[in-house]
Structure formats: structure tokens, C-alpha cells
Nanobody, 115 residues
């Protein structure tokens, strides 16, 4: 059974940094797409950043220059380095991965940016 397990969410002050991790476990052949989404209270879930197997990346305009997505294919893990965090970055962050043509979601990790 394939699972995605996220970690790294926390309470941080504005201007601070966090690093989120998402590890895929189970039996599978390959991971094509990995991405981070977020959902704030009362808002729709939105794509934050994505990375494809060939390391091509994509970012939401609101996080460009502040967030960096990366992946370790040997560990089946994707990371999201978040710098210069703002209160509007507060949300539950979800990892998504397309594994063997099937989309999987993690359980979510809370990021709160507040003084």
C-alpha cells in the first residue's frame, strides 16, 4: 500500500523559515510528479510548487523567490524549503504524488505564521 507521510509543519514567526518533507513508502515502480498544495480556512486548495521526475519545477506566483521545492529520488522524498514566511502562508500543506499513474495525497501538515 502506497503512503505519503508529511512532516515539518510548525508555528513560526513572520520572516522565519520551515522545511517540509514528504516521503513515499510502499511498493511501486516510479514517481512522476510530486507537489505541495495548501489550503487555508475558507479557501480552496491551491498548488504551491511542483517538481517532475526530470527536476522541472513550477511555483505559484505568491511564493516565487521564497519557496524552493526539491526531491531526492533515491529516498522517494520531496521537500519544500519555505523562507521569508508571511502570515498569509498559514495553511494546511498537503503533499501529492503521481505514483504509477495514480494520484496519492498525504494527510497534511499545519503551517502557522504568526507573531
Amino acid at each position: 500500500q502506497v503512503q505519503l507521510v508529511e512532516s515539518g509543519g510548525d508555528l513560526v514567526q513572520p520572516g522565519g523559515s520551515l522545511r517540509l518533507s514528504c516521503a513515499a513508502s510502499g511498493l511501486f515502480n516510479g514517481i512522476y510528479f510530486m507537489g505541495w498544495y495548501r489550503q487555508a480556512p475558507g479557501k480552496q486548495r491551491e498548488l504551491v510548487a511542483s517538481i517532475f521526475r526530470g527536476s522541472s519545477t513550477n511555483y505559484a506566483d505568491s511564493v516565487k523567490g521564497r519557496f524552493t521545492i526539491s526531491r531526492d529520488n533515491a529516498k522517494n522524498t520531496v521537500y519544500l524549503q519555505m523562507n521569508s514566511l508571511k502570515p498569509e502562508d498559514t495553511a494546511v500543506y498537503y503533499c501529492k504524488a503521481n505514483i504509477d499513474l495514480i494520484a496519492y495525497w498525504g494527510q497534511g501538515t499545519q503551517v502557522t505564521v504568526s507573531s
